[in-house]
Protein backbone atom coordinates (compact mmCIF):
# COMPACT_ATOMS: atom_id res chain seq x y z
CA UNK A 1 0.00 0.00 0.00
CA UNK A 2 2.50 2.47 0.78
CA UNK A 3 0.38 4.54 2.40
CA UNK A 4 1.02 6.20 5.95
CA UNK A 5 -1.56 5.37 8.81
CA UNK A 6 -1.94 8.74 10.44
CA UNK A 7 -4.09 7.25 13.44
CA UNK A 8 -2.59 4.13 15.51
CA UNK A 9 -2.96 4.01 19.15
CA UNK A 10 -0.70 1.86 21.08
CA UNK A 11 -0.82 0.10 24.88
CA UNK A 12 0.43 3.91 26.25
CA UNK A 13 -3.65 4.46 25.64
CA UNK A 14 -6.25 2.85 28.12
CA UNK A 15 -8.44 1.34 25.14
CA UNK A 16 -5.76 -0.03 22.65
CA UNK A 17 -3.46 -3.17 23.83
CA UNK A 18 -0.35 -3.57 20.94
CA UNK A 19 3.08 -2.09 21.72
CA UNK A 20 4.43 0.37 19.31
CA UNK A 21 7.50 -1.88 18.50
CA UNK A 22 4.60 -4.61 17.69
CA UNK A 23 2.90 -2.13 15.51
CA UNK A 24 6.23 -1.29 13.30
CA UNK A 25 6.56 -5.28 12.96
CA UNK A 26 3.16 -5.22 11.54
CA UNK A 27 3.55 -2.29 9.60
CA UNK A 28 6.59 -3.26 8.04
CA UNK A 29 4.44 -6.64 6.70
CA UNK A 30 2.18 -4.71 5.05
CA UNK A 31 4.25 -2.32 3.06
CA UNK A 32 3.16 0.65 5.47
CA UNK A 33 5.29 3.81 4.34
CA UNK A 34 4.45 5.29 7.97
CA UNK A 35 2.72 4.90 11.09
CA UNK A 36 1.50 7.73 13.10
CA UNK A 37 1.06 7.13 16.25
CA UNK A 38 -1.24 8.38 18.93
CA UNK A 39 -1.91 8.45 22.22
CA UNK A 40 -5.19 9.67 23.84
CA UNK A 41 -4.90 12.82 25.84
CA UNK A 42 -8.35 13.26 27.41
CA UNK A 43 -9.33 15.66 30.31
CA UNK A 44 -13.61 14.52 30.40
CA UNK A 45 -14.09 12.53 33.62
CA UNK A 46 -16.68 10.62 31.85
CA UNK A 47 -14.20 9.48 29.09
CA UNK A 48 -13.12 6.06 29.30
CA UNK A 49 -9.04 7.26 28.90
CA UNK A 50 -9.21 10.05 30.89
CA UNK A 51 -6.19 10.22 33.02
CA UNK A 52 -4.75 7.86 31.13
CA UNK A 53 -1.83 9.89 29.20
CA UNK A 54 1.92 9.16 30.82
CA UNK A 55 3.89 11.57 28.44
CA UNK A 56 7.39 10.03 29.60
CA UNK A 57 6.11 6.02 29.28
CA UNK A 58 4.56 7.25 25.64
CA UNK A 59 8.13 8.76 24.88
CA UNK A 60 9.83 5.59 25.59
CA UNK A 61 7.64 3.32 23.48
CA UNK A 62 7.93 5.75 20.55
CA UNK A 63 12.28 5.20 21.20
CA UNK A 64 11.63 1.58 20.91
CA UNK A 65 9.39 1.62 17.49
CA UNK A 66 12.05 3.92 15.75
CA UNK A 67 14.97 1.60 16.99
CA UNK A 68 12.73 -1.42 15.37
CA UNK A 69 11.94 0.90 12.28
CA UNK A 70 15.64 2.14 11.59
CA UNK A 71 15.14 3.91 8.64
CA UNK A 72 13.03 1.06 6.59
CA UNK A 73 9.38 2.51 7.72
CA UNK A 74 8.73 5.96 9.12
CA UNK A 75 7.27 6.98 12.37
CA UNK A 76 5.63 9.89 13.35
CA UNK A 77 4.48 11.15 17.18
CA UNK A 78 1.22 12.64 17.77
CA UNK A 79 -1.59 12.82 20.41
CA UNK A 80 -5.42 13.07 20.20
CA UNK A 81 -6.83 15.53 22.05
CA UNK A 82 -10.33 15.78 23.32
CA UNK A 83 -12.20 18.24 23.01
CA UNK A 84 -9.24 20.74 22.80
CA UNK A 85 -11.03 23.49 22.37
CA UNK A 86 -12.43 22.75 26.13
CA UNK A 87 -9.53 21.46 27.71
CA UNK A 88 -6.21 23.15 25.95
CA UNK A 89 -4.96 24.76 28.61
CA UNK A 90 -5.21 22.34 30.95
CA UNK A 91 -3.62 19.62 28.33
CA UNK A 92 -0.70 22.24 27.31
CA UNK A 93 0.08 22.16 31.07
CA UNK A 94 0.75 18.58 30.81
CA UNK A 95 2.53 18.54 26.93
CA UNK A 96 4.34 20.54 25.11
CA UNK A 97 3.13 20.52 21.53
CA UNK A 98 6.54 21.25 20.08
CA UNK A 99 7.54 18.37 21.01
CA UNK A 100 5.49 16.31 18.74
CA UNK A 101 4.94 16.01 14.95
CA UNK A 102 1.32 16.27 14.75
CA UNK A 103 -2.10 16.93 17.07
CA UNK A 104 -5.37 15.61 16.38
CA UNK A 105 -8.39 17.06 17.84
CA UNK A 106 -11.12 15.04 18.36
CA UNK A 107 -14.94 15.32 19.53
CA UNK A 108 -15.80 12.26 21.84
CA UNK A 109 -18.46 13.92 24.07
CA UNK A 110 -20.85 16.89 24.12
CA UNK A 111 -21.29 19.15 27.44
CA UNK A 112 -24.19 17.82 29.32
CA UNK A 113 -24.57 15.07 27.27
CA UNK A 114 -22.22 12.50 27.25
CA UNK A 115 -20.06 10.29 24.61
CA UNK A 116 -21.16 10.29 21.22
CA UNK A 117 -19.44 6.70 20.18
CA UNK A 118 -21.49 4.94 22.71
CA UNK A 119 -25.16 4.04 22.86
CA UNK A 120 -26.19 5.41 26.47
CA UNK A 121 -26.94 9.11 25.73
CA UNK A 122 -29.60 8.11 22.66
CA UNK A 123 -31.64 6.18 25.00
CA UNK A 124 -34.32 9.42 26.12
CA UNK A 125 -32.97 12.26 23.67
CA UNK A 126 -34.01 13.09 19.97
CA UNK A 127 -30.84 11.80 18.24
CA UNK A 128 -31.07 14.55 15.32
CA UNK A 129 -30.92 17.06 18.34
CA UNK A 130 -27.65 15.25 19.57
CA UNK A 131 -26.25 14.99 15.94
CA UNK A 132 -26.91 18.77 15.15
CA UNK A 133 -25.16 19.65 18.61
CA UNK A 134 -22.27 17.52 17.60
CA UNK A 135 -21.36 19.06 14.69
CA UNK A 136 -22.28 22.74 16.49
CA UNK A 137 -19.41 21.59 18.74
CA UNK A 138 -17.18 20.69 15.97
CA UNK A 139 -17.53 23.77 14.55
CA UNK A 140 -16.35 25.82 17.83
CA UNK A 141 -13.72 23.03 17.73
CA UNK A 142 -11.99 23.68 14.70
CA UNK A 143 -12.52 27.21 15.13
CA UNK A 144 -10.53 27.85 18.47
CA UNK A 145 -8.17 24.60 19.38
CA UNK A 146 -4.64 24.16 18.26
CA UNK A 147 -4.60 21.75 16.26
CA UNK A 148 -3.29 20.25 13.11
CA UNK A 149 -5.78 17.15 11.90
CA UNK A 150 -9.62 16.88 12.74
CA UNK A 151 -10.14 13.61 13.25
CA UNK A 152 -13.01 11.61 13.04
CA UNK A 153 -15.42 13.67 11.52
CA UNK A 154 -18.81 12.05 12.28
CA UNK A 155 -18.10 9.67 15.22
CA UNK A 156 -21.61 9.77 16.17
CA UNK A 157 -22.68 6.84 13.93
CA UNK A 158 -21.28 4.29 16.07
CA UNK A 159 -23.34 5.38 19.04
CA UNK A 160 -26.42 5.28 16.86
CA UNK A 161 -25.82 1.85 15.33
CA UNK A 162 -24.99 0.62 18.41
CA UNK A 163 -28.25 2.21 19.76
CA UNK A 164 -30.09 0.18 16.78
CA UNK A 165 -30.91 4.03 15.64
CA UNK A 166 -31.11 5.13 12.04
CA UNK A 167 -27.17 6.41 10.96
CA UNK A 168 -27.40 6.39 7.02
CA UNK A 169 -28.42 9.83 6.88
CA UNK A 170 -27.09 12.74 4.31
CA UNK A 171 -26.25 15.46 7.27
CA UNK A 172 -25.45 17.51 4.33
CA UNK A 173 -29.03 18.02 3.66
CA UNK A 174 -29.94 18.56 7.70
CA UNK A 175 -27.21 21.15 8.39
CA UNK A 176 -25.80 22.11 5.48
CA UNK A 177 -24.47 25.78 6.49
CA UNK A 178 -22.70 24.14 9.66
CA UNK A 179 -21.13 21.71 7.40
CA UNK A 180 -19.83 23.79 4.87
CA UNK A 181 -18.73 26.21 7.90
CA UNK A 182 -16.62 23.78 9.30
CA UNK A 183 -14.99 22.56 5.97
CA UNK A 184 -14.51 27.19 5.53
CA UNK A 185 -12.03 27.01 8.50
CA UNK A 186 -10.03 23.89 8.57
CA UNK A 187 -9.20 24.95 4.81
CA UNK A 188 -8.49 28.53 6.26
CA UNK A 189 -6.62 26.96 9.21
CA UNK A 190 -4.67 24.31 7.18
CA UNK A 191 -6.06 21.96 9.50
CA UNK A 192 -6.62 18.72 7.80
CA UNK A 193 -9.31 16.14 7.10
CA UNK A 194 -9.06 13.07 7.77
CA UNK A 195 -10.39 10.19 6.09
CA UNK A 196 -10.97 7.82 8.97
CA UNK A 197 -11.73 4.20 8.10
CA UNK A 198 -12.69 2.65 11.46
CA UNK A 199 -16.18 2.65 10.85
CA UNK A 200 -15.90 0.00 8.06
CA UNK A 201 -15.43 -2.59 10.24
CA UNK A 202 -18.59 -1.55 12.62
CA UNK A 203 -22.06 -2.13 12.00
CA UNK A 204 -22.19 1.01 9.94
CA UNK A 205 -19.71 0.07 7.76
CA UNK A 206 -18.97 3.94 6.14
CA UNK A 207 -16.10 6.04 6.66
CA UNK A 208 -15.65 9.29 9.05
CA UNK A 209 -16.43 11.67 7.52
CA UNK A 210 -18.93 10.07 4.73
CA UNK A 211 -18.24 10.33 1.02
CA UNK A 212 -20.30 13.43 0.45
CA UNK A 213 -18.33 15.14 2.80
CA UNK A 214 -15.00 14.00 1.62
CA UNK A 215 -16.07 14.89 -2.33
CA UNK A 216 -17.40 18.59 -0.70
CA UNK A 217 -14.39 19.11 0.91
CA UNK A 218 -12.55 18.74 -2.26
CA UNK A 219 -14.58 20.77 -3.99
CA UNK A 220 -14.06 23.60 -1.80
CA UNK A 221 -10.67 23.19 -2.50
CA UNK A 222 -9.58 21.28 0.26
CA UNK A 223 -6.50 19.44 -0.35
CA UNK A 224 -4.93 18.44 3.54
CA UNK A 225 -6.16 14.83 3.95
CA UNK A 226 -4.76 11.85 6.15
CA UNK A 227 -5.90 8.40 6.13
CA UNK A 228 -6.22 7.02 9.50
CA UNK A 229 -7.30 3.37 10.54
CA UNK A 230 -7.71 4.56 14.05
CA UNK A 231 -6.38 1.14 15.65
CA UNK A 232 -6.53 0.25 18.66
CA UNK A 233 -6.25 -3.81 19.11
CA UNK A 234 -6.54 -7.01 17.04
CA UNK A 235 -8.29 -7.94 14.85
CA UNK A 236 -8.14 -4.59 13.54
CA UNK A 237 -5.33 -3.67 12.86
CA UNK A 238 -4.36 -0.14 10.32
CA UNK A 239 -8.24 -1.96 8.86
CA UNK A 240 -9.46 -0.56 5.71
CA UNK A 241 -6.94 1.83 4.19
CA UNK A 242 -6.69 -0.07 1.25
CA UNK A 243 -10.58 0.65 0.69
CA UNK A 244 -9.96 4.34 1.79
CA UNK A 245 -7.09 5.44 -0.28
CA UNK A 246 -9.62 4.02 -3.33
CA UNK A 247 -12.48 6.02 -1.91
CA UNK A 248 -9.82 9.24 -2.01
CA UNK A 249 -8.57 8.32 -5.84
CA UNK A 250 -12.30 7.70 -6.49
CA UNK A 251 -13.46 11.52 -5.32
CA UNK A 252 -9.98 12.88 -7.17
CA UNK A 253 -7.58 13.14 -4.36
CA UNK A 254 -3.61 12.48 -5.75
CA UNK A 255 -2.15 13.03 -2.47
CA UNK A 256 -2.50 12.57 1.41
CA UNK A 257 -0.70 14.78 3.94
CA UNK A 258 1.10 13.76 6.97
CA UNK A 259 3.16 16.06 9.34
CA UNK A 260 6.31 16.15 10.79
CA UNK A 261 7.41 19.07 13.71
CA UNK A 262 4.10 19.98 12.94
CA UNK A 263 4.77 21.03 8.98
CA UNK A 264 2.24 18.86 6.27
CA UNK A 265 3.98 17.15 3.66
CA UNK A 266 2.16 15.84 0.74
CA UNK A 267 2.47 12.11 -0.46
CA UNK A 268 1.45 10.76 -3.75
CA UNK A 269 -1.93 8.61 -3.62
CA UNK A 270 -0.73 7.01 -7.08
CA UNK A 271 1.76 4.97 -8.53
Same mark, same amino acid.
Given at each position: MFL??? #??HTDDSPDADIPANELVARGLNMNLAGIGFVAHVDLDPEDYCYGGFEESIYNRSIDLARREAGNRILVLKGIEVGEPHIYEEQVKNLVDYSNYDFVTGAL #???AGIGMVLGSEIYADRDSLVIVE?????TLQMVKEADMDILAHMGLFRRGLALAGLEYDFNELELWPDTILHILEVIIDREIALELNTSGLRRKENITYPTMDILALYKNMGGQLITVGSDTHREPYIFYGLSEGRKLLIEIGFTETVFFRNRIPLRRNLLP
Open positions: IDM #HV #HSLQYYNE
